[in-house]
């Protein structure tokens, strides 16, 4: 397999719209109480994104990230809730720690970005419609922008992976392993969201 198979390969055994979290979220079961932790709890995730980007000298996708976590605490509010200074459970402080770790170094912070960012798309689509469809109580006004401009952005995920292309074999291998830890540890933080009953060995 070439490098973006098997990037693609180990993010579709972690498929993030096939979590049980998500697939709630598209059904309309969530009660609000777990949207609302989901927001401050996901968010410690996105506040860590442009540390990742600034890793790979990249100013204008910094810049990117930093607007998307300002669109991310209008969500947030529509929850009537914030982005604590820490994450409260578990699976999302593991979660940080091991974002971070990634972000530090240009291979790995290369593989788990592309694991975010090249599934960005097919799960804000997702949310998106299931927010409109079963939580008309929440303001659409607030939530709108962060998920439509996810919905779209398959920039993100191109300009990591032309990245990825340029590291020599020994940062192709870091950046493989980067890709599987990174989707691991967001499919764990959805299941410690979502409740014991979910998580996933």
Not at 41 to 61: C, F, H, I, K
Not at 65 to 94: G, I, N
Not at 126 to 133: I, N, V, Y
Request: proline share 4%.
């Amino acid at each position: 397999m070439n490098l973006k198979q098997q990037f693609d390969a180990i993010v579709a055994e972690w498929d993030l719209n096939k979590h049980p979290f998500y697939e709630s979220w598209r059904a309309g079961t969530l009660p609000v109480d777990t949207l609302r932790r989901y927001a401050e709890e996901y968010g410690q995730l996105v506040r860590l994104m442009p540390s990742g980007w600034s890793t790979l000298g990249s100013p204008d996708l910094v810049a990117e990230e930093e607007e998307h976590s300002v669109m991310w605490d209008d969500f947030a509010s529509c929850l009537d809730t914030r982005v604590l200074p820490a994450a409260m459970l578990a699976e999302t402080e593991a979660m940080v720690s091991e974002v971070s770790g990634m972000f530090s170094r240009p291979a790995s912070a290369i593989g788990a970005l592309y694991a975010f960012e090249v599934q960005q798309p097919a799960t804000a689509t997702s949310k998106l419609d299931g927010l409109r469809e079963h939580y008309p109580q929440l303001s659409a006004e607030l939530y709108e922008e962060y998920f439509k401009v996810h919905a779209v952005n398959h920039h993100e995920s191109e300009a990591v992976y032309a990245l990825a292309q340029q590291l020599d074999e020994a940062g192709q291998a870091e950046a493989v392993a980067a890709c599987e830890r990174m989707c691991k540890t967001l499919w764990n933080a959805l299941s410690g969201i979502h409740g014991e009953d979910c998580a996933m060995a």
